[in-house]
């Protein structure tokens, strides 16, 4: 049951977005024992898939892959945010 090694309440802060050509978020989770840190899998998602309803909060999963396939999903819920300049 893995979590964020900081829990609830991370904040991400992109700064300066087009809004006609979002960023994409690269994913890449990794397990922590004392043998080493092994890669689980990785995923990429782009700011635009995840904007694409007009509500505040999104909950999304997404597949987690290596080289070698499929390793698990990762759920993302999210929280969204607008600073407005005065």
Not at 12 to 28: E, I, K, Q, R, Y
Not at 32 to 39: F, I, R, V
Not at 58 to 83: I, M, N, P, S
């Amino acid at each position: 049951d893995p979590r964020w090694k900081g829990g609830q309440g991370e904040t991400l802060s992109f700064d300066g977005v087009d809004a006609n050509s979002l960023p994409v978020l690269h994913v890449t989770v990794f397990d922590e024992d004392k043998g080493g840190d092994d890669l689980i899998g990785q995923c990429y998602i782009s700011l635009d898939e995840l904007k694409t309803s007009d509500e505040e909060f999104v909950d999304v999963w997404k597949e987690l892959t290596t080289e070698t396939g499929d390793r698990g999903r990762l759920r993302l819920v999210l929280q969204w945010t607008a600073d407005v300049e005065s």
